[in-house]
């Protein structure tokens, strides 16, 4: 009787083994995947509800505060209902700052998505700049204040959850220019919801400019071309801009402190 309960035993451990190796060679599931390049419309406002959001310094659905507010009705944006390219406070236009983000994704230019195992880029064409998601790791002890701010990501199914912090509160979040600090937490929400469409689904929060987190939401399809090599705007550019078509000669100007 010994020997045949230590033959069961043998076949039983051979039976885990055998499963635990099975399981061990099954491979990962894949997650979905995002790359391709990617365009969406020049639109003027991150606020999809309410049409009176598209005007600068009004109410609408986005939660300001008086210090928010008071900014956005004193900028002059170069596109939209109270346009005025010629006096813009647009810094992205003074100043040729890079757009931030999220305002680089309104723009009208193309971006491509890259995948890897550890991270996502999104690269634009506009401008040649790019933003690197970090996957599944927390966010630095004490992030640097940059233009796109840091980025990490962890997957939740079908759909690509981004948190982001540390940006530079001197960019615009959209080409109208709603204001923020470098308080300003982000939470995105991506996923391709057919194979030709990619959506954005954005939170925003920031106490100093808004007084509760508020949504927006960025659609985009996919482009069967490729990204143009260069496109790089500068305050050269800028300057010969308006002396050939505005006749003016403005000296380059000179950032003040915020």
């Given amino acids: 009787m010994a020997w045949l309960l230590g033959i069961l035993g043998l076949i039983c451990v051979s039976l885990i083994s055998g499963c635990s190796a099975a399981s061990a060679g099954k491979p990962a599931s ?61 810094p992205a236009i003074r100043f040729a700052d890079p757009d931030g983000y999220p305002r680089a994704l309104i723009h009208p230019m193309r971006f491509k998505i890259v995948q890897t195992a550890d991270s996502i880029y999104q690269l634009w064409e506009y401008n040649k700049s790019w933003r690197q998601i970090a996957l599944n790791r927390p966010h630095s002890k004490d992030p640097d204040i940059s233009w796109f ?12 959850v981004v948190d982001s912090v540390g940006f530079n509160g001197s960019t615009w979040l959209d080409p109208i220019g709603h204001p923020h600090t470098e308080d300003l937490h982000i939470v995105e929400r991506i996923k391709r919801v057919d194979p030709e469409t990619l959506v954005f689904n954005l939170t925003f929060d920031d106490p100093k400019a808004y007084t509760k987190p508020w949504d927006g939401q960025l659609t985009f399809k996919l482009v069967k071309d490729r990204i143009m090599t260069e ?25 003040t402190s915020h």
């Fill in 231 to 255: 496109i790089i705007y500068t305050i050269s550019d800028e300057l010969s801009f308006r002396q050939r078509f505005l006749n003016e000669k403005p000296p380059i100007p000179i950032r």
């Fill in 30 to 90: 894949q997650p979905p995947d995002l790359s391709g390049i990617w365009q969406g419309v020049a639109i003027q406002s991150l606020s999809p509800s309410d049409p009176s959001a598209h005007k600068p310094g009004a109410e609408g659905d986005i939660p300001y505060t008086p210090w928010a507010l008071a900014k956005m009705k004193a900028e002059v944006p170069a596109t939209g209902p109270n346009a005025n390219f010629e006096t813009t406070t647009d």
């Fill in 149 to 160: 701010g840091e980025s990490v990501a962890k997957w939740e199914g079908d759909t690509l």
